[in-house]
Structures are given as C-alpha cells and as structure tokens.
C-alpha cells in the first residue's frame, strides 16, 4: 500500500497563503484518485479537494472554490494544494488521502466516510490567525 506525507502546515495571517505537499512511497500515485480533506476542531472531517489520477479533473468543495487549488506531479509523486486568501474558518488538520477506485468526484460527497479511502497522511495543522 502507499505511503503518505504531509508537510507545508503552520501558522499564517487571514489572508496568506500556504502549499500543503503530500508525497508518496511505496507505489506510484499514478493510478490514485487523490483528495484533501479537513477536520477543524470539535468538527467532523470534510472534504475540501480532490484531483482524479490523471490530473485532468478537480473538485473543491464550496467554502474553497476561488482560493485553494489542487495539483499533482505524478514524476515526483506528489500532490499539492495551494491555499490563498486564507481565513480564519479555514483553520483545521489537513489530511490527504489516495484511493485507486473511488473517483475524485466521489470524494466530494464523502465527510465522515472518507476514511474508507485506501491511504492517508498524517495530517498537518493550518492555523490562520485574524
């Protein structure tokens, strides 16, 4: 099974920027729905991102859209999320996860379910201050 991890989380003012890196070992992400997800405290997981394996295809969910983007680099077995205009509700643990069958546009309906997903990291915590 792959391995996966995060880095890239920290402390950020509302209205920065951070990139989220998540990579990978022990099998090629080439064949991976990818996706990002979040947990902010007292909160369920939710889902933020996803990219299908080819990098053709990306999803964000609502709260995002317009901010955060989601890139793979398949040569290094990557994956990405650039975050802009950071807000204070944006604050939680980011994880990203890798699935060989569940599509990226699966992912979006997926909260609590998402750990079904084949792999995970093991998370990185975004704080945005106001």
């Known amino acids: 099974q792959v391995q996966l991890v995060e880095s890239g989380g920290g402390l950020v003012q509302a209205g920065g920027s951070l990139r989220l890196s998540c990579a990978a070992s022990g099998r090629t992400l080439s064949s991976y729905a990818m996706g990002w997800f979040r947990q902010a405290p007292g909160k369920e997981r939710e889902f933020v991102a996803a990219?299908?394996?080819?990098?053709?295809?990306?999803y964000y969910a609502d709260s995002v859209k317009g901010r955060f983007t989601i890139s793979r680099d398949n040569a290094k077995n990557t994956v990405y999320l650039q975050m802009n205009s950071l807000k204070p509700e944006d604050t939680a643990v980011y994880y990203c996860?890798?699935?060989?069958?569940?599509?990226?546009?699966?992912?979006?309906?997926?909260?609590?379910?998402?750990?079904?997903?084949?792999?995970w990291g093991q998370g990185t915590l975004v704080t945005v201050s106001s």
């Open positions: 990219i299908s394996s080819s990098g053709i295809s990306t």
């Open positions: 996860a890798a699935d060989r069958t569940t599509t990226a546009r699966a992912m979006r309906a997926m909260g609590a379910t998402s750990n079904a997903l084949d792999a």
